[in-house]
């Protein structure tokens, strides 16, 4: 393993995105704003709870993985393909590391990203609503491993992507859909049952769920359920990810 060289291109990465911290940061915070004040706190006079908590309360959870998974996937997609057109790929393939070592890098990079726009959200929803928090250590984890998964899942999209047109096709199809779609607003228990049905196969549904009931300790899914879906998709994205990466698809021309 080629620490130094593991240790610069991590640094780059978080650096990368901490410098522009104007369009990586501030606007997941503002918009989550907005969404309190907009959905939470008109929508509360007319759904005042559910399952036992404020309407407001239900929805940050999954304001916070929204934030989460879209940085982190963004930021793995756009490093990745923003190298590929500007060709310097190549002078990084010629450094002295391994494609498990520079996929990692860019894994780390996007987990960090991810993880400290999901917290900052956090720490909006406890000042501003003053969100109770059940299990603090355990929404960090959370939060961390599926960042972990999403900037695994964004390296892909970046190798495989070749245009900003493709790579936003997949985020704004795939990604966007899925998230709005997973119960950050509503309970899958106010749906219909067809529509209930649909939803056990978005795994998106299963992350919101997840830091739904460290937060707030309810949950439309088993809690369990919800943690072996974070751990297989960040295997399962990882390992694409590095084998990818090792392999030179879409990257060595």
Known sequence: MNWIGLWTLIRREVGRFFSVYRQTVLPGLISSALYILIFGFTLEQR???IQGVSYTWFILPGL???????????????SMLQMKLLQQLPDLLTAPLSGFEIALSYIIGGTVRGLV????VLLLGVLLIKLPVNDPVGTIAFI????????????VLGQLADSWDQLA???????????FLGGIFYSIQ?????????SFFNPIYYMINGIRY???GISDSSISFS??????????????AMLLMQSGKKIKQ
């Not at 726009?117 to 900052?120: F, K, M, P, S």
């Not at 961390?144 to 390296?155: C, E, I, K, P, Q």
């Open 190 to 198: 106010m749906l219909p049952e067809w529509a209930q049905s649909l």
């Open 169 to 179: 096709m997949m985020q704004n199809f795939f990604l966007t859909p899925l998230s």
């Open 117 to 120: 726009n999901g917290t900052l």
């Open 144 to 155: 961390f491993l599926v960042s972990w998964a999403f900037s695994s899942m964004g390296l």
């Open 64 to 78: 916070i993985m929204m934030n989460t998974l879209t940085n982190a996937t963004s930021n793995t997609a756009s």
């Open 214 to 216: 460290t937060i707030l």
């Open 47 to 49: 759904i005042s709870e």
């Open 227 to 240: 943690i072996w879906m974070a751990v297989a998709l960040t295997i399962i994205f990882s390992a694409t």
